[in-house]
């Protein structure tokens, strides 16, 4: 069952999905409406779920779940990623590309390739101050502080 996004609680379970590129107005449409049809139907052994998504950056995909109506499963889980896997193909787009570090500088949304990291560092192009997303939040509360200097996350190795 298809909820507000601000109807799911602090503690709802979110997963974030992140685009390996940015998404175009219309396919931030296209996905909002096929996000819609999904979580309408969503279900976890039998009962609805309570779900809500948000599109941030026009590259994040946040499902986020208000587990105080009912818990996900392990199978609608996998309905999910499913379902983001499909989405994918149809758009073009890999949701589940891990090696990319999301930062922000000068309010631009910048990513770089974790390989290509050292030297991203090393050209003075992310500093121990960039802002990183930490897209392994597990709470929608959390998202409060998913923005976090790069020296506070696990790139801190890089400046000790």
């Known amino acids: 069952m298809l909820i507000n996004y601000y109807e799911v609680p602090k503690e709802g379970k979110i997963w974030v999905y992140q685009a390996n590129r940015q998404l175009t107005e219309n396919e931030v449409l296209r996905l909002e409406n096929e996000l819609s049809k999904f979580i ?3 279900e976890s052994h039998g009962v ?3 779900a ?4 941030l950056y026009k590259r994040f995909v946040v499902l986020a779940l208000d587990q105080n109506h009912h818990a996900a499963s392990g199978c609608s889980i996998d ?5 983001f896997q499909e989405l994918g193909k149809n758009f073009g787009i890999d949701f589940f590309d891990r090696t990319q570090v999301f930062f922000l500088e000068k309010e631009a949304l910048k990513n770089i390739s974790i390989k290509d990291l050292r030297n991203t560092i090393k ?3 992310m500093k121990a101050e960039s802002l990183v997303f ?4 597990q709470h929608k509360g959390d998202l409060e502080n998913w923005l976090k200097p790069a020296k506070e996350t696990w790139l801190a190795k890089y400046w000790n």
């Open 52 to 55: 809500a998504y948000q599109i």
């Open 134 to 137: 930490d897209t392994t939040v």
């Open 79 to 83: 309905k999910s990623v499913h379902f």
């Open 48 to 50: 609805a779920l309570k």
């Open 40 to 42: 309408s139907t969503w």
């Open 123 to 125: 050209e003075g192009n």
